[in-house]
């Protein structure tokens, strides 16, 4: 019995051996530059339809009620930079997200969609 768990321990140390010689080259590797969203836009007449509309919608709303970007996360129970992505228009909140937000800034989903 002894002889069989030495011989896995043995197998299992050179399986580990393996893939760690191939994990390193990998982890080694510069970073490829990420990906944040994959929302479409679409240009008419200079303004994105999309993120970029929302987002400052979304900021201007949270400054006229007078919320920094932390307080706004904090009270919907999310990041900071999620926040701050959605503002720069990099991502699109959810629909239950835009409607809690909306709710958040006593404004309605129109006031955040509107170009």
Not at 15 to 24: A, G, L, N, S
Not at 31 to 48: L, V, W
């Amino acid at each position: 019995m002894s002889e069989l768990i030495s011989l896995l321990n043995q197998n299992t140390s050179l399986i580990v051996h393996e893939v760690i010689k191939e994990v390193i080259p990998i982890l080694e590797q510069e970073p490829q530059e990420e990906k944040i969203h994959n929302i479409p836009r679409y240009e008419t007449e200079g303004s994105f339809v999309g993120g970029k509309n929302i987002g400052e919608n979304i900021k201007q709303m949270r400054i006229k009620k007078g919320l920094t970007q932390e307080e706004l996360a904090q009270n919907l129970g999310i990041s900071q930079s999620m926040i701050g992505h959605i503002e720069s228009g990099r991502k699109l909140p959810s629909i239950p997200l835009a409607v809690d937000i909306s709710k958040e800034l006593d404004c309605s989903m129109n006031d955040i969609c509107r170009e």
